[in-house]
């Protein structure tokens, strides 16, 4: 089934410690989304790739990168994570599509997340 | 706009009853709206979505209406069951974006036996 996967579901690092958080998707969609989700909160978007192109959040802490080398991966590294940073990563999948007069905006499908612990 | 709260709105139903969930989006400009099921430790799974030419959009046991007028976007869940408990967010296309979702702040549904 196609579908967005990440890697690993639970991920425990040190403080300071940098670490990955891996998303693959067998969608074939062309935008892919890191979201970070703290406890009893909405996801908040951290950046957008859009095929190649990068797209950061203005409030997103430059402690947060991102690497999509093609189009089924997507990578999350947090340079040196803080006990702030302890949340859920969650990983989406669009596909934006052409129409005359532009794009149109489609559905995210969300991965299952990667729970982050900082000790 | 964005969620910032941590406690969530809660509705709790007894099974076999309809749910009604609300939701006030943030922007008159926004025109692609989704909901969104979220259970404990799981990432966000698609319910159903409405563009801002319609009012109603039917699935399978849950209806989108959509209230343009007031900004205001609601889920029904027809005979509610124990394993539709979750966290479920509404969430708009921040202002006609193509790529960025606004999420509300998420309401949890408990459903009692």
């Known amino acids: 089934d196609a579908m967005v996967i990440q890697n690993p579901r639970y991920q425990v690092t040190q403080f300071g410690k940098p670490v990955t958080l891996s998303c693959s998707q067998t969608?074939?969609?062309?935008?892919m989304y890191w979201y970070q989700q703290k406890s009893s909160q909405a996801p908040k978007l951290l950046f957008h790739?859009?095929?190649?192109?990068?797209?950061n959040e203005a409030d997103t802490p430059d402690n947060f990168q991102s690497r999509r080398p093609n189009t089924s991966f997507c990578f999350l590294d947090i340079r040196s994570p803080g006990l702030g940073d302890a949340a859920m990563y969650l990983c989406?999948?669009?596909?934006?599509?052409?129409?005359?007069?532009?794009?149109?905006?489609?559905?995210?499908?969300f991965g299952p997340g990667t729970r982050l612990t900082v000790l | 706009g964005e969620s910032v709260g941590l406690h969530l709105p809660t509705l709790s139903v007894q099974e076999g009853d309809n749910s009604i969930i609300n939701c006030a989006y943030s922007?008159?400009?926004?025109?692609?709206f989704i909901w969104y099921k979220q259970e404990s430790g799981k990432g966000p799974q698609f319910i159903i979505d409405?563009?801002?030419?319609?009012d109603k959009r039917q699935g399978q046991r849950v209806t989108v209406l959509l209230n343009k007028t007031v900004k205001h976007l609601s889920l029904q869940i027809a005979a509610t069951q124990p394993g539709d408990s979750a966290v479920y967010f509404c969430?708009?296309?921040?202002?006609?974006?193509?790529?960025?979702?606004?999420f509300g702040k998420g309401t949890l549904l408990t459903v009692n036996p």
């Open positions: 790739y859009y095929d190649k192109d990068f797209n």
């Open positions: 969608l074939n969609h062309n935008v």
């Open positions: 969430a708009e296309n921040s202002g006609g974006s193509n790529y960025k979702l606004t």
């Open positions: 409405i563009r801002s030419n319609m």
């Open positions: 922007n008159s400009a926004s025109d692609y």
């Open positions: 989406a999948t669009s596909n934006m599509r052409g129409l005359a007069g532009g794009l149109l905006a489609d559905t995210q499908y």
